[in-house]
């Protein structure tokens, strides 16, 4: 057995300029207890715009401008908590690319490459194309202050299962400031026959908790009895 790569979770809210320019969402009740759905247009006023800030070095101005109009119009519903996202430690893309190329990781202690692979269940909300830039807007609290970071899309990956997009293993390192970057998946590479693959594996474990046990028991708690 030997472990091909690791994905990790993450959050953040997510804006892609292929995302739908409005939103529904519950106004307040009005006098009669009837809830109107209203439609909020997915941008800032000038007023707002100066509320929020010019965009930081390095973030395009209308990309920025648009997100937090975005962000701010989702605020109070499930959108508004962010997105989820893979960060993975996969050299290539573990699923067909239905679009561009997977993403280039960290070499040579140089910073990674801000790129994402979007997922094909992930763009049934996000939309993107190959060569579209979006916006991550990390904020570790309500009154925290935002961080914003521009991705750039480079491919589409056949995954109909995974949310989002996917983003390397070292971006993440350096973009997750908030919360700790820790595996959530595992993917192994088997030899041979894979039932007889995974019982040895599964014996050579034991085996080595025993060892580390020092007293030839399982212990309780890696869910196994004493002999």
């Known amino acids: 057995v030997e472990i091909c790569d690791e994905t990790a979770p993450l959050r953040m809210f997510v804006y892609s300029p292929g995302m739908e320019r409005f939103i529904l969402q519950d106004a307040d009740p009005e006098d009669e207890g009837v809830k109107p759905t209203l439609k909020r247009l997915l941008d800032l006023s000038d007023g707002q715009l100066a509320e929020v800030g010019d965009a930081p070095e390095g973030i395009d101005p209308e990309l920025h401008r648009k997100a937090f109009g975005a962000y701010r119009a989702t605020m109070g519903t499930p959108m508004g908590m ?25 070499a040579n202690g140089e910073p990674a490459p801000r790129e994402a692979v979007m997922t094909t269940r992930g763009n049934m909300l ?101 002999r």
């Open 82 to 106: 962010g997105g989820p996202f893979q960060a993975t430690t996969a050299a290539e893309a573990p699923y067909e690319l239905k679009e561009g190329r997977w993403f280039q990781a960290a």
């Open 126 to 226: 996000y939309k993107a194309k190959v060569g579209d830039s979006i916006l991550l807007i990390d904020r570790p609290s309500l009154i925290g202050t935002t961080t914003e970071y521009q991705l750039k899309v480079v491919g589409v990956v056949d995954d109909p299962e995974s949310d989002g997009f996917y983003i390397s293993r070292s971006l993440a390192n350096e973009i997750s400031t908030h919360a700790a970057v820790k595996t959530g998946a595992v993917y192994l590479k088997l030899r041979g026959d894979p039932s007889r693959t995974l019982e040895r594996a599964a014996r050579e474990r034991s085996s080595e908790r025993e060892k580390r046990d020092g007293k030839g028991n399982r212990r309780p708690e890696d869910g196994g009895f004493a």
